[in-house]
């Protein structure tokens, strides 16, 4: 998203500043991930704000311009860093595939709620389905790219990708609430799983120790 101007910055031109553009775009966030697209509008976000409507019109051109800013900011989060996991350099695949599993551990790398609201607003928007195909190719595109790189041949590499992505999107869907504590003891098997390859005690003993240290940072 681009650069947001400071309260203080808004009040040397309007004098009194009640909602920053930032805040209008964290209200749509959170209304589009509690209530859906169909509440994320003007009034009700301007409402909730106790702003009026030319508060809005400052920040944004329209709604659309609005709803448009917040596909942005999904992909600009989750599909970003799936991708740079994804790239980033490893010894081994096992450890290629731990980088990704970084981003369901932690939501600040991947929002799994967002990425829910994005897939139940494209079931009504055939513009935003076509933005939601483009995210899941890129995603599982990068990730069979990794495995390429790792020496998987290309049906190969393409299957793997698309089972260790839409298996983790699935679960999201299915909404399995199933706590870190209960999947961390099957890491070793779903590493084994995912690559066809045997992770060392020192992958799992380090992947454990992230999962610790991402829970323990955002409590």
Not at 51 to 69: A, G, T
Request: charged share 30%.
């Amino acid at each position: 998203m681009a650069a947001m101007e400071s309260p203080t910055q808004r009040a040397g031109v309007t004098g009194n500043v009640k909602a920053t553009r930032e805040d209008w775009l964290k209200l749509a966030l959170e209304t589009l991930i509690s209530d859906g697209v169909e509440r994320v509008r003007v009034q009700i976000l301007g409402q909730s704000l106790d702003v009026s409507r030319s508060s809005f019109y400052w920040y944004f051109k329209s709604r659309q311009d609005l709803l448009d800013q917040l596909l942005e900011y999904w992909r600009q989060t989750n599909t970003r860093f799936i991708v740079e996991r994804a790239e980033r350099p490893a010894p081994s695949v096992v450890r290629a595939v731990m980088n990704i599993f970084e981003c369901w551990v932690d939501e600040k790398l991947f929002d799994p709620r967002l990425d829910f609201a994005i897939r139940a607003w494209a079931r009504r928007s055939p513009a935003t389905r076509r933005v939601l195909d483009e995210a899941d190719d890129q995603r599982v595109n990068a990730i069979r790219d990794m495995f390429l790189r790792h020496g998987y041949d290309q049906e190969d590499a393409f299957v793997r990708a698309r089972v260790l992505y839409f298996m983790q999107i699935g679960y999201y869907s299915l909404e399995l609430n199933e706590p870190m504590s209960s999947r961390l003891p099957h890491v070793a098997s779903y590493l084994r799983s995912f690559t066809g390859q045997e992770p060392s005690v020192q992958d799992v003993e380090d992947f454990s120790r992230y999962v610790e240290e991402t829970i323990s940072r955002s409590r």
